[in-house]
C-alpha cells in the first residue's frame, strides 16, 4: 500500500512570510495528490490538487510543485495571513488493504504569527 | 448543492450497544467513503463504496459494518465497540473512482463525533 510522509508536523511562520511543507510517496504508480485544509473542529476541504502529467500548479497565493521522479510533491504558500492557520493534509491515492481511497499525510500544524 | 450530511453530529454509546451513523449526498457521485480520525491524526480509510460495491480496509474489525442502501446513502452500523474506537467518523464522496483511488476532490461531511463508554 501506499506510504505518505509529511514534514514538518509543525510549522511557525511569521505573517506575510512563505510556508513549505513536503510529502513523500511510496507507491511509483501514484498520479494524484491533493492538499487538504482542516480548521480546528472542522472538515477537511480541498485547497489544491495536481495530477502527475504537470510539474507545477498555482492558485493564487497557494502553488503545489510535484516531482515524480524522487517522489515527492510540496505545498507553497505566500504571504501567509492569519486565516491560513490549519492543519494542512497531504495525500496520495491508495489500494493498500482492498480499499481503494486516499492515503493522508500526518497533517502539519501551521501556525501564523502576527 | 456540494454537501455531504452526516447525522448524529454526536453519539454516545455503551459497549454493547447497537447504533448507525447515516450519510448522504445527492451530488449524483458514485463513490463514497468512511473514514475514521483520532484527535491530532489524520484520517484513516475505512471503507469505500462505488457503484454501491464495497472495497475494504483488511485492518477494520467486524465491528463496524457498512451499508449503502443507493447511490445516495451510505450507512455505518456500529456493534460491540470498545472505547478506543472513540473518534470523529468522517463520511466523503467523489464523482467516481479511478484505479487507486478517488477520480477528484473529496467532499467531507462535518462528521459524527463518536464516544464509547
Known amino acids: 500500500g501506499e506510504n505518505v510522509e509529511q514534514h514538518p508536523s509543525t510549522l511557525s511562520v511569521q505573517e506575510g512570510d512563505s510556508a513549505v511543507i513536503k510529502c513523500t510517496y511510496s507507491?511509483?504508480?501514484?498520479?494524484?495528490f491533493p492538499w487538504y485544509k482542516q480548521e480546528l473542529g472542522k472538515r477537511p476541504q480541498l485547497i489544491i490538487d495536481?495530477?502527475?502529467?504537470?510539474g507545477e500548479k498555482k492558485d493564487q497565493r497557494i502553488a503545489v510543485t510535484l516531482n515524480k521522479t524522487a517522489k515527492h510533491f510540496s505545498l507553497h504558500i505566500t504571504e501567509t495571513q492569519p486565516e491560513d492557520s490549519a492543519v494542512y493534509l497531504c495525500a496520495a491515492p491508495d489500494s493498500g488493504g482492498g480499499a481503494d481511497g486516499l492515503t493522508f499525510g500526518k497533517g502539519t500544524h501551521l501556525i501564523i504569527q502576527p | 448543492d456540494t454537501e455531504v450530511t452526516q447525522t448524529p453530529k454526536h453519539l454516545v454509546m455503551g459497549m454493547t450497544n447497537k447504533k448507525s451513523l447515516k450519510c448522504e449526498q445527492h451530488?449524483?457521485?458514485?463513490?463514497m467513503y468512511w473514514y475514521k480520525q483520532k484527535a491530532k491524526k489524520p484520517p484513516e480509510l475505512m471503507f469505500v463504496?462505488?457503484?454501491?460495491?464495497?472495497?475494504i480496509n483488511e485492518s477494520v474489525p467486524s465491528r463496524f459494518s457498512p451499508e449503502c442502501p443507493n447511490s445516495s446513502l451510505l450507512n455505518l452500523h456500529l456493534h460491540a465497540l470498545q472505547p478506543e474506537d472513540s473518534a470523529l467518523y468522517l463520511c466523503a464522496s467523489s464523482q467516481d473512482l479511478l484505479a487507486g483511488g478517488p477520480s477528484g476532490e473529496l467532499f467531507f461531511g462535518e462528521g459524527s463525533r463518536l464516544t464509547v463508554l
Open positions: 463504496y462505488s457503484y454501491e460495491k464495497l472495497s
Open positions: 495536481i495530477r502527475s502529467n504537470v
Open positions: 507507491d511509483s504508480a501514484s498520479n494524484y
Open positions: 451530488m449524483g457521485h458514485r463513490a
